[in-house]
Nanobody, 128 residues
Framework: QLQLVESGGGLVQPGGSLRLSCAASGFTLNNYGIGWFRQAPGKEREGVSCISSFGGTTYYADSVKGRFTISRDNAKNTMYLQMNSLKPDDTADYYC?????????????????????WGQGTQVTVSS
């Protein structure tokens, strides 16, 4: 069974950090495009950060540049999203995703319609 399982969400104060993890099972993340998306109440799902297949292109939303870092550990078959200097506006449900083939421009690769597999979501709340 092909599956992505997320962990690491929770409640954090403004300025704090969290690391989200997303473990893949039933397939190997190597050479897949990977991405993190988020959806706040009443808003559309938006791309936070994505890496193309083979890692040639990386996208970060302007709102998270310099604060978030996407990565993957092929040995653990897991992707990560390190989130630093968190703000209340970062509050949302976060979803990891994988794409069998993800190529394109920086601005184009973080389109949710390009992704084949999705995690169940993990909630991140930034509040004092």
């Amino acid at each position: 069974q092909l599956q992505l399982v997320e962990s690491g969400g929770g409640l954090v104060q403004p300025g704090g950090s969290l690391r989200l993890s997303c473990a893949a099972s039933g397939f190997t993340l190597n050479n897949y495009g990977i991405g993190w998306f988020r959806q706040a109440p009443g808003k559309e799902r938006e791309g936070v950060s994505c890496i193309s297949s083979f890692g040639g292109t990386t996208y970060y939303a302007d709102s998270v540049k310099g604060r978030f870092t996407i990565s993957r550990d092929n040995a653990k078959n897991t992707m990560y999203l390190q989130m630093n200097s968190l703000k209340p506006d970062d509050t949302a449900d976060y979803y990891c995703a994988a794409a069998r083939s993800l190529v394109g421009t920086v601005q184009g690769i973080c389109n949710p319609y390009l992704f084949d597999y999705w995690g169940q979501g993990t909630q991140v709340t930034v509040s004092s």
